[in-house]
């Protein structure tokens, strides 16, 4: 089936630093990928969806300046946390779909811990 | 290799039960997650098991049996707006997600 990774599984890092985030279709072209933020046993909140080439759309109550999201080729998206604080800690966690298909594929997540 | 399988689609009638079942091969485990995922929208969280046995949660139910890589998500009552798909996802020993494929349920009068 159909393979997403993200890279890092897990993060530390100190407050005020910015952290990168892949996540790559490994096996398929996605032209739309989504990025989610999950709290523990919580639904997982969508934070914004990309579509290849161009920008990303953010969902309400989410700073696109802070959480920079670039979706430049079809097989990789990456979510930049700007200037990270505590709370941004939290397990990210990105999904991608093939051109008009109806199944969204889910990476493995990554675990940021902001000091 | 860390794997998830749940069949692809299950159909089942309104007002009837509906069992759909989750095996899982992961590296080392730390509990087990079911969503629920209608069409657009983002996963919504259903249950999460740990330890063996039954929880309820009104019309849904979650078993898990961790000597046989098992699980299963238990829909009583169905109704229509139960038509979704339903996610089932492994936590590893890195804590790293393990995502079925999804089981699509269609909800027939």
């Known amino acids: 089936g159909a393979v997403v990774s993200q890279h890092p599984s897990w993060v530390i890092c100190k407050s005020g630093t910015s952290v990168k985030i892949e996540c790559r279709s490994l096996d398929f072209q996605a032209t739309t990928m989504f990025w989610y933020r999950q709290f523990p046993k919580q639904s997982l909140m969508l934070m914004a969806t990309?579509?290849?080439?161009?920008?990303?759309?953010?969902e309400q109550g989410v700073e696109k300046d802070k959480f920079l999201i670039n979706h430049a080729s079809l097989t990789l998206s990456t979510l930049t946390v700007t200037s990270a604080h505590p709370e941004d800690s939290s397990f990210y966690i990105c999904?991608?779909?093939?051109?008009?298909?109806?199944?969204?594929?889910f990476g493995p997540g990554t675990r940021l811990t902001v000091l | 290799g860390q794997n998830i399988d749940q069949p692809t689609e299950m159909t089942a009638t309104e007002g009837a039960i509906v069992q759909i079942n989750c095996t899982y091969q992961t590296s080392g485990f730390n509990g087990l997650f079911w969503y629920q995922q209608h069409a657009g929208e983002a996963p919504t969280f259903l249950s999460y098991?740990?330890l063996d046995g039954l929880e309820e949660k009104g019309r849904f139910s979650s078993f898990l049996s961790r000597s046989k890589g098992y699980s299963y998500l238990l829909l009583k009552e169905l109704q229509m707006k139960d038509s979704a798909s339903y996610l089932c996802a492994a936590l590893d020993s890195n804590y790293q997600l393990i995502w079925g494929a999804g089981t699509k349920l269609i909800i027939k009068p």
């Open positions: 999904s991608a779909r093939e051109r008009e298909a109806d199944t969204q594929y």
């Open positions: 990309s579509n290849e080439g161009s920008k990303a759309t953010y």
């Open positions: 098991n740990v």
